[in-house]
């Protein structure tokens, strides 16, 4: 006869392996590219009907992976947010993206990131029952160069070359994006219609992307590189002129490193989610460290 101390220790037995059941993550392929290369989303799975977060890598697209986001994609599902972490497609890898690289170049590889995330934001919004996603509770994310990726997807200034790609079932926006050390290739391109609230974060002595408006990583006019920025100290002041949801962490004497943060400021992340899904009428907030 089994006794209760039996029954106790199959009990938390298959909890526990129900509880890691439900922390795995799961490896998906969105699209497949013309040199046949496999772009996938590591899915982390969350409470049934939470809010989501697509979160592009940094890596000043040429490298940088998702494997690399695993801390802050498991602290996050642990906090029960569905976490989709994407791969896309590197096309500065083995040349780099600094003032010797064309400009030219550099906008074409911001642009395969972009029609990327684009691509994996369609197919996840298709699948949606598969991956318990809620559309209107769908965040996008980013750490630098993936940053630069979220930004321009929403402000978005390749639209006019590819329309088709960026057109999402039932009219689909955003719910709100988190920046990491990230900026825009057109402030023109910010306005209200376009706006969702924003969570940026900056360190003042960023020496790759500038925190208000400067080139990216201060390249020389005379540089083949050479192309402005709007950082967060930008953007932020537009959501300042124009009244609109955004909360600004500026941390003094922090260099490009602000970019990592999203694995260590895990409880601002979480109220900013929590607060943009229940209003978006909230006033521009700044903290400075």
């Not at 013309?34 to 979160?55: H, K, M, W």
């Not at 569905?82 to 074409?108: A, E, H, Q, W």
Request: charged share 20%; net charge negative.
């Amino acid at each position: 006869m089994i006794n209760i101390k039996t029954i106790l220790t199959i009990f938390l037995f298959i909890l526990f392996i129900s509880n890691g059941l439900c922390q795995k993550k799961e490896r998906v392929i969105y699209a497949v590219t013309d040199q046949n290369e496999e772009l996938f989303i590591d899915v982390y799975p969350g409470t049934r009907g939470a809010s989501s977060i697509l979160f592009v890598h940094g890596g000043g697209f040429e490298g940088g992976h998702p494997d690399g986001q695993r801390s802050f994609a498991e602290e996050m599902q642990n906090r029960g947010y569905n976490v989709f972490v994407i791969s896309y497609r590197l096309l500065m890898k083995g040349r780099g993206f600094g003032c010797d690289i064309p400009t030219l170049d550099k906008l074409d590889a911001i642009r395969a990131g972009v029609e990327d995330a684009a691509k994996a934001t369609s197919y996840l919004l298709e699948n949606k029952n598969n991956f318990n996603l809620d559309p209107d509770q769908f965040y996008l994310a980013g750490s630098s160069a993936g940053a630069e990726v979220a930004l321009q997807l929403v402000f978005n200034p390749f639209s006019h070359l590819d329309s088709a790609t960026y057109v999402f079932p039932d009219n689909f926006r955003f719910k709100g994006v988190m920046s990491f050390a990230g900026a825009l290739l057109d402030i023109r391109l910010v306005s209200p219609d376009q706006w969702v609230p924003l969570l940026l974060f900056h360190g003042t002595e960023d020496n790759l992307v500038p925190l208000g408006t400067a080139p990216h990583r201060y390249c020389k006019a005379t540089d083949p590189g050479w192309m402005m920025f709007f950082g967060s100290q930008t953007i932020f002041d537009k959501a300042v002129e124009m009244d609109l949801p955004a909360e600004f962490h500026l941390y003094a004497g922090k260099g490009h490193e602000v970019a990592n943060y999203m694995a260590q400021e895990f409880d601002i992340m979480d109220t900013f989610l929590k607060k943009s899904k229940q209003r978006n009428d909230w006033k521009p907030r700044l903290i400075e460290y």
